[in-house]
């Protein structure tokens, strides 16, 4: 062999090596969903015409319009309600293999029950669907994202148990009219955020009811969440093979003293196992840490029983098991810390748990969600082996800022993030299954109104039309789903740090 040969040889065995490695762990599995997100209320509009009832979220902004961040509302939104046509080209245009959207309980049964089923929102949503079928786009169904009627919530919400079988008979009516066309199914949109309506007066419902209050909530919800899967298991699954997950919320934690890795532990359990525990561990119930914990600290502040409720063992076990899928919304980690209880303190929930954010974080314009890429490899791998390696699907992962289509933070921020979950497949070997960029567009961010931007498409909200503009991320995200792969030649600049 000529010394020139060799080298030839040489260099494209190095040159295949590198190939080969920047190719599994920059592209995406075969078979690996990428879409992305929105819900109701955030985006529909249309709030009460042709027969839609009144939401929490409606009543919530209409009287508290001091309690979001500019005083609007989701009254008109982005108007997906008269637009979704255009929502569907733009989703086309990127080609994203799913689109996750959420029904809107009230458009679709005005009273909350189903003695009054509104034709016009059956026909909003399997339109919607059609079109997006239409288009080689695959429907992906949220049941609840939050907004639920207010009816029903004056007669107690999540904090009464009857809510179980209301929200049971509003998802087999979705099941029946949508299921046929829907292969994807999530129930409840992040269950510990929904009952921070319960505990605080800053969100929807508003109740103010403090811990008791929401875990109250939790325990409904799992409760509900169970019951509508079961409600597919027996009456539609045979019929229409769709798969029903969650959707859980889960950040990332790091210990603030290298140590303290029970801090980690514990707030894993207490925000995160809280919901995923009793439905996905071998054991179900709720993780023991947070039993433990909340009837020692309840005996300690002179309640007769633990304030968080129990599951009698018929009910352990018909939530165990009771999902397809593991949903994962993820956004941003937390600084923790373990402290000791201070009498007559409340106790971070009793978890024992103080949460901060490292300074040195990238900021984004929320102030809850900071920078943390590494935050999406931990969270996938605690799941992964909390509860034996279920699968996964991302279904919402996203960046905030105020402005622009030239969003090259937003780039930045999803690229980054994408690498460390597939960091956690080839690396750790997780068994992550989707990806969703929330959101298709800028829309409603609840408390922090339009200020607070999550699009990858820009909406003028101050124009009648509420104009679409596609951002750079929404042109970066197609070149990913076009190429499947997160390429470094489409490396955006650094993060920019919102001061
Ligand atoms: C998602 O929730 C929602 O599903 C979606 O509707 C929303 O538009 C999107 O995120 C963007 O916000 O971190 O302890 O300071 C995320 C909800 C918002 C819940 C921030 C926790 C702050 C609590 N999270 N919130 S903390």
Redesign the pocket.
Known sequence: MTSYSFLRAAFSVIFAVTYVFANDTLSFPQGFLLGTAT?AY?IEGGWNINGKGESVWDRWTHDNPNLILDHSNGDVACDSYHKYKEDVQLLKDMEVDFYRFSVSWTRILPTGYPNVINQDGINYYKNLINELLANNIEPFITLY??DHPEYLDKMGGWTNSLMVEWISNYARVVFKELGPKVKYFTTI??P??VC?GVATDKVAPGKNLGSPGKYLCMHNILKAHAKIYHIYQTEFRKQQKGQVGI?I?C?GAFPKTPNDTAAVDAIFQFVCGWVAHPIFSKTGDYPEIIKAHIADNSKLDGYPASLLPTFSPKWVQYIKGSADFFGL?H??S?LVETVPRVEGERWYDYSGVK?TIDPSWPKSA????RVVPDGLRQVINLISKQYDRPPIFVM?N?F?DECCTSDSSRISYLRSYMKAMLSAIYEDGCNVKSYTA??LLD?F??A?GYK?R?GLVNVDFTNPNRTRTPKLSMNWYKTVIKTRRIDSIFESPDVVNIP
């Open positions: 819900s955030q994202h939050w949109n992040e510990a955020d921070q959707v919320s950040p919304n956004y941003t937390k949460q929320a102030d809850w969600l919402e996203g905030a929330w959101s829309n961010e609840w922090d607070v999550f």
